[in-house]
């Protein structure tokens, strides 16, 4: 069973900030989410990689397999990105996600 | 585009009575997911088709949840009988396949009484 940890589990910050939120998983995958959930809402994905790094805006991910670990990145940070940030990981191709406990994020003007 | 539907989106029972949750996939989508997430938890995978077969539903507590995909469109997640613990947002979430990105529905938060 894969076992993901993110870090840090609360994190407030100063609009304009960058920010980084880690995941570290441990067993071998296929694939890794990166997730994005806001208070009483849905969940939208943001990223799914399996290797190297993607853009999309002002976000950033980013995977080492080696070293079974993940980073999302938030530059330029600004209140509308408060919510929390979920890692989820695929072991085998017909697998569900195994997910993370998620990242609450605020980011305050 | 439509997204995943799902309904109803607030449900208040009492322990020992039943529920069912209905989720409309996206159009063309194969592959169907429910989750369970409790309040500060990620969630957690109860159930996955591909079309109307089960892919995996090892962590689908089988004595009390059931869920089928007639026709391998519509879903209903039931549960017979509730029990405080399965207070929680239930998740529907579809891909066109295993490998896809997951389109998540707005969720069914269930209070059990």
């Known amino acids: 069973k894969n076992e993901v940890e993110q870090s840090p589990q609360n994190l407030t910050a100063q609009e304009g900030e960058f920010i980084t939120i880690n995941c570290s998983y441990s067993?071998?995958?296929?694939?890794l989410h990166w997730l994005q959930q806001h208070p009483g809402g849905g969940i939208v994905s943001l990223f799914m990689l399996s290797s190297g790094k993607k853009k999309h805006g002002r976000l950033i991910a980013t995977i080492n397999i080696q070293e079974k670990h993940s980073s999302l990145h938030i530059t330029a940070s600004h209140p509308r990105d408060s919510a929390v940030y979920i890692c989820?990981?695929?072991?085998?191709?017909?697998?569900?996600?195994?997910f993370g406990k998620g990242t609450h994020l605020i980011i305050q003007p | 585009e439509a997204g995943v539907a799902q309904s109803p989106r607030y449900k208040i029972i009492e322990k020992r009575q039943s529920v069912a949750f209905w989720c409309n996939p996206i159009?063309?989508?194969?592959?169907l997911y429910w989750y369970q997430q409790i309040l500060g938890q990620g969630p957690k995978l109860l159930i996955q088709f591909q079309n109307n077969g089960v892919v995996d539903d090892s962590q689908l507590p089988k004595d009390r949840f059931s869920a089928e995909r007639l026709k391998g469109v519509d879903s209903t997640l039931k549960i017979q009988p509730a029990k405080l613990e399965d207070s929680a947002v239930y998740l529907c979430a579809s891909s066109l396949g295993y490998t896809n990105e997951q389109f998540f529905g707005p969720g069914t938060r269930l209070t059990v009484l």
């Open positions: 989820a990981v695929r072991v085998g191709g017909a697998d569900g996600l195994t």
């Open positions: 067993v071998g995958i296929s694939a």
């Open positions: 159009s063309g989508h194969a592959t």
